[in-house]
Each structure stands twice: as C-alpha cells, then as structure tokens.
C-alpha cells in the first residue's frame, strides 16, 4: 500500500473514479462519514455540552444560594454561555470539515482513504495487507469499520487521526468512521473480501446490541452482523 498527497488527483474533487478505474480495479462502494456521528463519536460534542451545562448549573445554583436576583445571574452567565456556544460552534465546524474532506472508496482489490484537512492524503490499502477488520454499530445504524493491517508503518496515529481506531497508538488501525449504514457496508467489504481471497462467505448473525463490534476476517470467511 501507499500514501500519496491529494494533489495528485485535482481530475473529481469529490469523485475517485478517474483513480480507481484500471484493468483490476472495479469501484464497489463510495461514501463520506456524517458530520453528526463525527461530532458525537470523535469530538465528544455531547460531553462537552455536558460540561458546560454543569458549570451553568453550579453558577445557578451558587447564586440562588445567595440570594442573587435572577437578572444578575444570568448576566452573570452571559460569558459562559458565549463561551460555550464558541466551543460547540468550533466543534461544528470541525466536524464538517473532516466530513467535508474525507472520502472513503471500496474497490474490488483495495480501500481508498481520502482524508486529511490541514494535511490531504491519499490512502491505498490492497486487501492483501488486511489481516482482519471489524465493524461497531450504535443504535441508530451508524459505526465506524477498523482494519488492522499489515506492515503499517510509515504514517504515525497523529496523520490519520480521526480516521483510525481510538487509543492504538503504537500500531495504528485505519478505519472508516461515521458510516450512516455501516452494516450494508461491512456486508460489501466483506464479500469484497473474501472474493478476492478466493474463499467462499458465509454469514453470522448475532443479536441487536447498541453498540456491537463483530469481525470481517478473510482468514474465517465470516461476517458477524447486529
């Protein structure tokens, strides 16, 4: 596999066909994380806005307990609350620029990762390298896939990051984030997958769980789905 800079491919901004489309190369599936799952799953949006409700709630409740009127509380709570609608704004906003310049693709041999804001990347995974992969799916549907692939080396987790699995720094495992339909996906990997390896598939069904992690491995032929 490679990684080469976006520059490269100015032909479709939003569209690999052109980079994709050679003799052994069929394109399978192309698609971009949602800027909500981004927010909610990478940037901990939810948290944040917690905290700072936290901190509203405190500088309410130390007020009332003395004895403030309710106009200098909230006056009180003006630059708080400007405070929090800048970090959720600049939250947005990351969110929808890696969403924005993200742009997976699924070929019939290889993934492709279209990712980075301040530093463009193209990332070029042959399946051949993939030992194995997983899928987490949430309860509305959407999730990320993770690969751990082989020989990995030449990009640290700081240059994929946030398009890499949490907390594996020292052997980075590149991942699709914030699939809308991450199963329809992980289907379509996996029978990629295994038609290229040559062996037949075969499917495993767990129950719903609202967050369930299942493998995509070509060495097993089988794909775990909630």
Known sequence: FFFSSRRRHTRCSRDWSSDVCSSDLKLLWQGTPSTLEIARRILHVRAVAAYFGLLLGWRLFTGVSEQKSMSDIVLESIPLLLVCMVALGLI???????????????????????????????????????????????????????????????????HFWPHVRD???????????????VQEVA??????????????????????????????????SALATA
């Open 92 to 158: 947005a906003l990351l969110a929808w620029l890696m969403a924005r310049t993200t742009l997976y693709s699924i070929t019939s041999h290889r993934i492709l990762m279209q990712i980075g804001v301040a530093l463009p990347l193209t990332v070029n995974i042959p399946f051949s390298k993939i030992k194995s992969a997983d899928f987490v799916r949430s309860k509305n549907g959407a999730g990320d896939i993770v690969m751990t692939v082989e020989g990995l080396h030449r990009l640290a987790y700081i």
């Open 167 to 181: 907390l594996y720094v020292k052997n980075p495992q590149p991942a699709m984030r914030g699939l809308p339909e």
């Open 187 to 220: 289907l379509l990997f996996s029978k990629a997958l295994h038609a290229s390896s040559g062996q037949p598939e075969r499917l495993l069904v767990s129950s719903h769980r609202s967050s369930n992690q299942n493998a995509i491995t070509p060495q097993s």
